[in-house]
């Protein structure tokens, strides 16, 4: 398997870690592999952070969920990300956010690492999950949301 799941900075302590945050994770303490190609842009985050429209939680991510899609998936193939991933980083990969990970789709828990899986999920039917990876190297499934039903929406519409 060439992407093991995902999780967040503080959750995945060992194995093949990539982050797909702007900074690389160096804000929270990571310094290891990065595919920067993948993060939000910083107006992206900016809005989502400030919300200067005053949007509901929903609408926030709603906006966001659009938003990401538009400017890194709708153009993008799923198995193209898939073996680049594998050219550059190999097997086994746990993509890397800071956000903790939650089971209700709300502004403290969502993001756009989920988002990435779920879309790959949807576009190859390989599952990713969210997961915990100890010292040991022994991991865990973490239960979180499920973005597909808004993903395949957006998706529909763009066709």
Known sequence: ???????????????NLVSITGDGGNAWGFYGNAYKKMSPRLYLWQYYDKNPDGLSEEELINWYIKEFY??????????????????????????????LPGTKLNKEHFCHRRLIADWIELETGIIIPEISVKNDGSDSVIE???????????????K
């Open 70 to 99: 538009e400017l890194r998936l709708k153009d993008l193939n799923a198995n193209d990300l898939i073996n680049t991933l594998n050219e550059k980083f190999g097997d086994e990969i746990v993509l890397l956010c800071h956000e």
């Open 1 to 15: 398997m060439i992407i093991k799941g995902t999780s967040c900075y503080e959750n995945a302590k060992s194995g």
């Open 144 to 158: 979180t949301y499920d973005l597909k039903p808004k993903i395949k929406s957006l998706i529909k519409s763009y």
